[in-house]
């Protein structure tokens, strides 16, 4: 079992910038692979960016590649999405996810196997 608790959404301005946070429990965090998906109203959830179990892979959507940052701090069992220059079509509730069969970075949604209970992102125009 894993547990996710998702932090560090609001609302922000566009072209400015977010640090979301993600506190994980239960099995070795170190040993398994997370991501961040984001969900819009009236949308699916689409991947966001994933990480590998040692923050030496990343993998981003086209969407937010060289706006967003994902990594992880293996020791606080922490992994952050940080989001500059945004934009309203970023607006979302965000989710991390782990999927504890990978040490890669998993980009389907279906490959997760915990969710966090989401943060709110709102980017004003």
């Known amino acids: 079992q894993v547990q996710l608790v998702e932090s560090g959404g609001g609302l922000v301005q566009a072209g400015g910038s977010l640090r979301l946070s993600c506190a994980a429990s239960?099995?070795?965090?170190?040993?398994?692979?997370m991501g961040w998906f984001r969900q819009a109203p009236g949308k699916e959830r689409e991947f966001v960016a994933a990480?590998?179990?040692?923050?030496?892979?990343?993998y981003y959507a086209d969407s937010v590649k060289d706006r967003f940052t994902i990594s992880r701090d293996n020791a606080k069992n922490m992994v952050y999405l940080q989001m500059n220059s945004l934009k309203p079509e970023d607006t979302a509730v965000y989710y991390c996810?782990?999927?504890?069969?990978?040490?890669?970075?998993?980009?389907?949604?279906?490959?997760?196997?915990?969710w966090g209970q989401g943060t709110q992102v709102t980017v004003s125009s």
């Open positions: 996810a782990a999927d504890v069969r990978s040490r890669g970075v998993p980009h389907i949604l279906s490959e997760y196997d915990y």
């Open positions: 239960g099995r070795t965090f170190s040993s398994y692979a």
């Open positions: 990480i590998s179990w040692n923050g030496g892979n990343t």
